[in-house]
């Protein structure tokens, strides 16, 4: 087999056999792109098919303290060896799945032994997030080598969606659907604004129209027919997956949208608060909940006293927005939110908060009916 070459593409549909790395890291919060940059290490190792013995898959630990946990030797020594029953030219390829507490608790020990994995095996580690790995010299060797692979989330800083709509688009049409606009902006707004869900939700329309199938790693021939999907198809066909955050609530209540406020209340309490950061993790644990929402709650009507104070002092709007580093679309919100509120609605939207945390307190309420009371006594009505 020839010899790999010591540096390669950092795009792993461009590898082959020879110039796949030694180690490849992929990592990243977005599931679909982290499949496919396994299905493509796999076709690079061993061909269009895939199939081969020399294909390992195993499972790092889920928690600390796990019993009968992977552990860093079991891994090098599985990487080390040769595959029993894989034909003599192929490689070896090792996937540890979940690696995320493996790698930021040994990546000091993997670091060391890079050089003596094989020229003719690889080691993948599949993470949900880089972690503290960045600051590390085992990220630094790796980055070098050009052998890691970033599958973050597609939503933009902002909560911005256009590199995922344009994604979703590509896919929909690889699936032989064009989606209106309308259905496209209708489809990741009712997402979990996962690439991965969005395609079963593609896969579900497929199987209800049934176009003609494209393979998704060619260019859509101009002349092929694609199936309109409208908006209304979407909303028939299609499950709400969507998740919120704490902040959408707070932005919700401080621009005085009741309705929008309690709705999503309801959804964070009904499926929980997902961190873009930390990806199968949801909070579900309602006392957890309602701290994280309050926190939010807290930290906005703070943050719209601090701004209102100042430029209230003679700061002007421009000078306050960036110390405070509001761009984009916080710097809309807050904006926005600043037109409606006084310093009175904003000392009320305080006492709201705080009759809010004593009630808690007290305890023999419903959480959930309480955290509604607060919406209506901070927007001066009554529940």
Not at 133 to 161: M, P, R
Not at 192 to 212: R, T, Y
Request: proline share 3%; glycine share 8%; aromatic share 6%.
């Amino acid at each position: 087999m020839a010899k790999r070459a010591s540096t390669s593409s950092s795009k792993p549909s461009e590898w082959t056999r020879e110039t796949l790395p030694r180690v490849v890291l992929v990592a990243g919060a977005e599931s679909a792109l982290r499949e496919e940059s396994l299905a493509s290490i796999r076709k690079a190792a061993f061909g269009a098919h895939g199939q081969s013995d020399g294909w390992v898959v195993l499972h790092g630990p889920q928690h600390q303290n796990e019993a009968e946990a992977l552990t860093p030797a079991t891994v090098l020594d599985e990487v080390c060896t040769r595959s029993m029953f894989a034909a003599d030219d192929d490689p070896k390829v090792v996937v540890i799945r979940s690696a995320d507490l493996l790698v930021s608790a040994h990546y000091r020990l993997f670091e060391e032994n890079l050089a003596s994995i094989p020229d003719t095996a690889t080691l993948v580690f599949e993470c949900s997030s880089f972690g503290k790995l960045k600051t590390t010299g085992f990220y630094k060797k790796l980055s070098a080598q050009n052998a890691i692979v970033e599958c973050n989330s597609l939503l933009g800083e902002y909560g911005d969606s256009p590199a995922l709509e344009q994604e979703v688009d590509k896919r929909a049409r690889a699936l032989g659907l064009k989606l209106a606009h309308g259905a496209l902006v209708a489809l990741v707004a009712r997402s979990a604004k996962s690439l991965g869900v969005i395609e079963e939700e593609l896969n579900k329309l497929a199987l209800a129209f049934k176009p003609a199938q494209i393979n998704p790693t060619a260019a859509v021939p101009a002349t092929l027919t694609l199936i309109e999907v409208s908006e209304h198809d979407v909303l028939e066909l299609c499950s709400a997956t969507g998740t919120a955050s704490a902040f959408d609530f707070a932005t919700a209540l401080l621009d005085g949208d009741a309705r929008g406020a309690l709705e999503t209340l309801g959804l964070l309490f009904d499926r929980g608060i997902v961190d873009a950061k930390k990806p199968g993790k949801p909070i579900t644990q309602e006392g957890a909940i309602v701290m994280v929402v309050l926190g939010a709650l807290t930290y906005k009507v703070t943050q719209l006293q601090d701004v209102r104070e100042a430029i209230e002092g003679g700061k002007s709007e421009f000078t306050v927005f960036g110390e405070l580093k509001l761009f984009g679309k916080r710097a809309e919100d807050v904006r926005r939110s600043l037109r409606r509120h006084t310093g009175a609605t904003l000392r009320n939207a305080v006492e709201a908060l705080f009759t809010c945390y004593l009630d808690l307190r007290r305890g023999g309420a419903d959480p959930r009916a309480i955290m509604e009371r607060m919406v209506f006594k901070t927007l001066g009505r009554e529940a």
